[in-house]
Every structure is written in C-alpha cells, then in structure tokens.
C-alpha cells in the first residue's frame, strides 16, 4: 500500500501504514516434518504433482531408497576392489555396514556390522570381569551356534 505524499511529503517512524505478514508456525513446520497422520512436506520439487503421483501410486521413498540399496550391493558384491583405495574401501564398507543395519532393522536384529561386533565383544569382555560364570555359558553358547 503507497501513502499519498501530495500533501505532506515527509513521513516521521511509525507514521506510515506497515504491513507485515507474522507467520508464528512457518518456524514450527519447518522444523516438524508429520504432525499425527498429517505429512507436511517442504521439499522442492520440480514437479510436485508427478513426484507425488510416484510416491504415493508407485513407491514411497523408503521402498526407492530400498531398492536402490539393493542394486548397489549386488552390483559391489560382483566388483573388482583390489585397485581401491583405502578411502574407497571404507567407504564401501560403511555402506554395506549401513545396508546390513537396514536390513537388521526390517528383519528385527541386531546388524553384525564391524560396529556392533566391536560392542558385542567389549560386552562380552565386560561380563567375563563382573560374572565369570554367565560368561562361560555365553562363550559356550556361542561355540556351539559359530563352530560346527
């Protein structure tokens, strides 16, 4: 909105109209992205209507993002890696430990990735210190499960 300065063509702080838009839940949802069973999505898109149209008809982005997942680890299974570097190694290995936790997850246990083997054994070693004897029961459990 403009102010007639014809008449008087000076304008002293707050003496003009001010008009500002005060959102107090543009913060709030920026920073929830569900509400209850209301998805609140803020994400850009090219073409909101087709991606939409994909993720609720074809594949929501936990299935494309499964499946994607999948590829990559059959096609690294069948990869040549001798001339990686190390760099490249841990990174395909943080992959495969991340695809193994996805997987733990959806299958309800526990990954056997390099981290969580590395807390199994640290546990164990922590139970051979505070109760010898429910250590040996875990050691020979495991025995009998790991070694034919």
């Known amino acids: 909105m403009t102010k007639d ?8 702080p707050f003496s003009g ?9 543009a913060l709030w949802l920026r920073l929830m ?7 609140i999505n803020l994400t850009k898109s090219s073409d909101p209507a087709l991606e939409r149209r994909i993720t609720e008809g074809v594949a929501g ?13 059959a096609l690294l299974t069948h990869t040549d890696k001798t001339v990686w570097s190390a760099g490249e190694k841990k990174a395909l290995d943080d992959f495969l430990d991340l695809a193994a936790e996805i997987a733990a997850v959806k ?5 056997p990735t390099r981290s969580n083997i590395d807390r199994f054994i640290k546990g164990i070693h922590r139970l051979k210190e505070s109760d010898e004897q429910k250590y040996d029961e875990v050691i020979e459990r495991l025995r009998k499960e790991l070694i034919p």
């Open 61 to 73: 982005y936990g299935r494309q993002l499964g499946r994607v997942i999948e590829l990559l680890e």
């Open 33 to 39: 992205s569900q509400i209850g069973f209301v998805n």
């Open 17 to 25: 109209d001010v008009i500002q838009a005060i959102n107090p839940w």
């Open 5 to 12: 300065t014809s008449t008087n063509p000076f304008s002293f």
């Open 107 to 111: 299958d309800g246990y526990t990954a």
